[in-house]
Each structure stands twice: as structure tokens, then as C-alpha cells.
């Protein structure tokens, strides 16, 4: 019930094109949970991903996964000398020199051969059982308010953890689940080449256990934030000749018009402001919005955007 409402709440609040993923790791011994189904041939790590986020429910043993570096970087199986080397990356021109794919093999994060028995997954509204991690296939610009809701309570700032290589297993399930942080991946030459992720998609995998303050998080930037952002609010009308206007020469100076009759003195303008240009005043028809400070406005758009009432206009000083 839970892995619903919260699924229910990430594609509310971030309008997902997809399901969040949720993917465990089976430990030794652990049954295999209900619901979900072994598939008929191979998949690799990031083909099943794509498949979970299109409704199917998985489980995939070492028999099933067709990526053996995948498949040895999640601890499933012990992964061939040939792969361990590095020397398949200079093979396929991935990297420069031994050394260096050595380095990248030796920092990335995987856990030990045998650690676990197999991957499920499932579209996080349908899954049975408690995810490691649950892994969002998204837009950029969606990423940026999960990075927003992971420091909304916090005021932590985010720090990614990637390569470029080994992207669904490395990046966004063993490094997740052993720091217990959000990571974002863009994906890597296998992923990008075997499943369904678009050019444009970016990957970000959350820790399960910290899934509900960050959908907490979500559902308040939802509220205003992200609404505000989606409609451009703070951008001048016509942006696209601003390198025709004049030069360095034109005057750097705009000028706050407030129309009086739509003003209610709501004080929102002057709230909101940065540069304290704006304030209440008295007038005959009650408090009311006014300029006093117009040479310190910056022309953020700020008050524009903000304004219930839609009384408040830019233009450039001296073309009243
Ligand atoms: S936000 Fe708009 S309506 Fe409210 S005080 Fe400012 S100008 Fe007036
Ligand atoms: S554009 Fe920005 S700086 Fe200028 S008055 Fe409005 S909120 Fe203040």
C-alpha cells in the first residue's frame, strides 16, 4: 500500500512519463517474492529496468542476466578474468590505456561475488516486496526537483557518484545501496545501447528508506515551486532580441508600473522582492502598492510573476 501512495505521489508531483522502479536484491536463502516472473531468455540489469517501468514484475538469477559485467559488479556471479582485466574497455575503445581502465574497475563500487541471488523488480505501485532502491528513468529538468527534494529538509547539498560506465548496476543499485544516498547516472554505452532509455532521459536512484521524506519533500515543492518554474514566471516577454537592443550603450534601467486599479494591497510585491524596490502606501483608496526604490530594481521579474492581481509591469526607463 504504501510503495502505491508513494508512486501515486511521484508521478503527481513530477507528472512522470514512467513508474518509479523498484529493484531488490535477493539475499542467500531469501524467497522469491510474489507476483513477480522469471522471464524466458536473458536481460541485462538495464533492459529489465526499462521493462519494470512498462508494468512488468521481474525475477532474473544469475541464469537470466545477460550482462555478465552487470551481473559480477552486483554480486550475483563471479565475473571472467577477461572482464575483471579492464582489457575488454581498450578492445572496445571505451578507454585509452589498461591503466586506466584498471583505476576505473578498482573505484567503482560492486559487491562480492555470491553476496546476492538474484534481481527483482517491478513497477514501484505494484511491487511485493521492500526495495533496495528505486530507480527513476526521467527528464533533467524532473531530476532537478528530486535533487531539490533531497535538500529541502536538509539543506545538504547533493553529491553524485559516476562514471560514464556501468550505469543501471554500478551508479544507481550497488553504490545506492551501500551509501544509502540518491545517485543520478546518465546512463552508460550498454544501457544507452540495449534498452528503450531515451537520448533525453537521465537516470536517479533514491534509497528506499529515504523515499518518503523525499516525497514528502516533493509534494510541498509541488504545491508552488514547481507549478511557478513550469510557467516560465519570471521571464520578460520577449527575450529572443535582447542582443538587439541597444548595447552596452541603451539604458541598464527599467521601470516598475503598477496599475493602481488592479492593486490590492495584498503586499505579496513587496514580500517577494530582492532588491527592496516595492512598498504598501496609504492612498485615498486604501494601502496600495508603490514604487520606492525603482533604481534598484534588477528586473528579476520577480513581483510580475508573483502578483495575484497582474498590476505589475517592466519596461525599459524612459519608454513611457
Ligand atoms: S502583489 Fe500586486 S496586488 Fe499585491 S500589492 Fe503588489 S501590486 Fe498590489
Ligand atoms: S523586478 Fe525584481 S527587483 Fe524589480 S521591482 Fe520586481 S521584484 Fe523587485
Not at 538469477?61 to 559485467?69: G, I, S, W
Request: charged share 20%.
Amino acid at each position: 500500500m504504501q510503495n502505491k501512495m508513494l508512486a501515486e505521489a511521484m508521478r503527481k508531483a513530477l507528472t512522470l512519463r514512467w513508474s518509479p522502479v523498484a529493484v531488490r536484491l535477493l539475499r542467500p536463502g531469501e524467497a522469491v517474492p510474489e507476483g513477480v516472473v522469471e522471464p524466458a531468455d536473458r536481460i541485462r540489469h538495464c533492459q529489465s529496468i526499462t521493462a519494470a517501468r512498462r508494468g512488468n514484475c521481474l525475477y532474473i538469477p544469475p541464469r537470466k542476466h545477460a550482462c555478465p559485467d552487470g551481473a559480477g559488479i552486483m554480486g550475483l556471479i563471479t565475473m571472467s578474468p577477461k572482464l575483471r582485466s579492464g582489457d575488454l574497455y581498450l578492445l572496445f575503445k571505451k578507454l585509452p590505456t589498461i591503466e586506466c581502465a584498471r583505476k576505473m574497475i578498482a573505484s567503482r563500487p560492486e559487491f562480492a561475488p555470491g553476496s546476492y541471488t538474484a534481481t527483482v523488480l517491478a513497477p514501484l505501485e505494484k511491487a511485493t516486496f521492500e526495495p533496495d532502491v528505486v530507480i527513476m528513468t526521467l527528464l533533467p529538468e524532473q531530476a532537478m526537483w528530486l535533487c531539490c527534494a533531497s535538500t529541502y529538509g536538509s539543506g545538504d547539498r547533493q553529491v553524485f557518484h559516476t562514471s560514464g560506465y556501468n550505469s543501471t548496476c554500478a551508479d544507481l543499485t550497488v553504490q545506492v545501496m551501500k551509501s544509502q544516498q540518491m545517485n543520478i547516472s546518465f546512463g552508460c554505452y550498454g544501457a544507452r545501447a540495449s534498452s528503450d532509455v531515451e537520448d533525453a532521459e537521465v537516470y536517479v536512484s533514491i534509497p528506499y528508506g529515504q523515499l518518503p521524506t523525499i516525497v514528502a519533500s516533493l509534494e510541498k515543492l509541488a504545491a508552488k515551486s514547481i507549478p511557478e518554474a513550469r510557467r516560465r514566471l519570471y521571464m520578460p516577454p520577449v527575450i529572443d532580441s535582447t542582443a538587439h537592443t541597444g548595447g552596452a550603450a541603451a539604458s541598464q534601467r527599467v521601470e516598475v508600473v503598477i496599475d493602481a486599479n488592479r492593486c490590492n494591497g495584498c503586499g505579496i510585491c513587496e514580500a517577494f522582492c530582492p532588491e527592496y524596490v516595492l512598498e504598501l502606501a496609504e492612498t485615498a483608496d486604501g494601502e496600495k502598492a508603490r514604487v520606492a526604490a525603482g533604481d534598484k530594481c534588477c528586473a528579476c521579474y520577480t513581483c510580475v510573476g508573483q502578483c495575484p492581481q497582474q498590476a505589475i509591469q517592466l519596461r525599459p526607463a524612459g519608454r513611457g
